[in-house]
Structure formats: structure tokens, C-alpha cells
């Protein structure tokens, strides 16, 4: 459960789909990034743009505070591919970006053991957040119904508040007009 949970850390939110970066990916097959990048580009009709798209500028600077952070606190990070200083420091090439089925397609050119096993883990996480979705999808939908029916009620109570205090105001008034003290002639 703890790799679920360290894989779906690693999964992204960019150009509204859910993705893993290559760095993170050859990290959880335990192979060199570079080495990771080669083997997907002499494959690279398995990879349509809905499987795998290449980060612009705008879309690296928001996702690189998430994975230096994430760089900080994993423990399951490979030391050949996170270098921390000197040369290779800097990411020189932008990232690529790898959906679901982009990551299904990966286990027909990784065919290692670990490449096996991190696959079926990783489309697990991919399966799990869809179901977490999916809940929370639900749980949206009924405090947005909820949400509509108190505001109706807060426009009633509202008016019946009003009500009842001009209700109240006009007894206070009819009060005042009784209890005054009568002028003129008395009997």
C-alpha cells in the first residue's frame, strides 16, 4: 500500500489529465531517465499525444516545486536520478509527460521483472484515484444539492424573521397607543 501511495504522490494534474513525469517513471523502474527516454522514442508510434506530451516551459516551473518537494521527503528515489549538485544539477531537457495508457504502454517496451511489477502497481494507483474520484464526485454533487436547499431556506427564514418582527412592531405600537395617558375630559 505504501508504493500506491508513493506513485500516486508522483501522479500530476497537467492539461487536465492525470500523468507521470519520465523522471518519476525510470526512477520506479530503477533505470536512468536518459536511458528511459531512449527506449520510449525508438518506440515512439506506441506513443500518440494522448499517451505522451512533452512539458512547455509554463508547465515545468508549476510542476518543479511539487517534485523538488516530493524529491525532499521520498525515500524511494534512485540516487542516479536525482543529482543534487554539480553537473546535471539543472534538468537540461523538459520532462515528458506519460498518461494512464501512455504508462500501459510502457510495459510493451520494459520488460524487466521490476518494469512488470512497478507497471501493475502504477496503473493500480491510476485506478484507485479514479475511484476516489468517482466518490468524491458524489459527495460534490450532494453538498451542492444541500448547499441550494439551505440557501433556499435562508431566503425563507429570512422572510419569516421579517414577518415576525413587523409583527412585533406593530404590537409594540398598538401598546404604546393604549397605554398612553388620555388627555381631555374624563368621566
Known amino acids: 500500500m505504501q508504493i500506491i501511495q508513493s ?9 487536465g489529465e492525470r500523468v507521470m ?9 530503477e533505470v536512468e531517465t536518459k ?10 508510434k506506441r ?6 506530451f512533452q512539458l512547455n516551459k509554463d508547465e515545468w ?8 518537494a516530493l524529491e525532499k521527503s521520498d525515500s524511494l528515489r534512485s540516487q542516479f536520478v536525482t543529482l543534487k549538485s554539480g553537473r546535471g544539477q539543472h534538468v537540461k531537457f523538459l520532462p515528458y509527460a506519460f498518461t494512464e495508457h501512455g504508462v500501459a504502454m510502457l510495459s510493451g517496451i520494459l520488460n524487466s521483472d521490476k518494469a512488470v511489477q512497478m507497471n501493475i502497481a502504477i496503473i493500480r494507483a491510476f485506478i484507485e484515484m ?3 474520484n468517482i466518490i468524491h464526485t458524489d459527495w460534490k454533487e450532494q453538498i ?3 448547499k441550494d436547499k439551505i440557501s433556499g431556506h435562508d431566503a425563507q427564514l429570512s ?6 418582527e413587523n409583527l412585533l412592531d406593530e404590537k409594540a405600537a398598538e401598546r404604546k397607543w393604549e397605554d398612553r395617558e388620555r388627555i381631555g375630559f374624563k368621566r
Open 144 to 146: 451542492r444539492e444541500l
Open 159 to 164: 422572510q419569516i424573521y421579517d414577518a415576525l
Open 7 to 15: 506513485i500516486q504522490n508522483r501522479i500530476y494534474e497537467i492539461r
Open 61 to 68: 516551473e508549476r510542476v518543479r516545486f511539487q517534485v523538488d
Open 47 to 52: 506513443f500518440p499525444p494522448d499517451f505522451m
Open 130 to 132: 479514479r475511484r476516489f
Open 21 to 29: 513525469l519520465d523522471r518519476d517513471l525510470a526512477a520506479l523502474y
Open 35 to 44: 536511458v528511459f527516454n531512449q527506449a520510449v522514442k525508438r518506440n515512439l
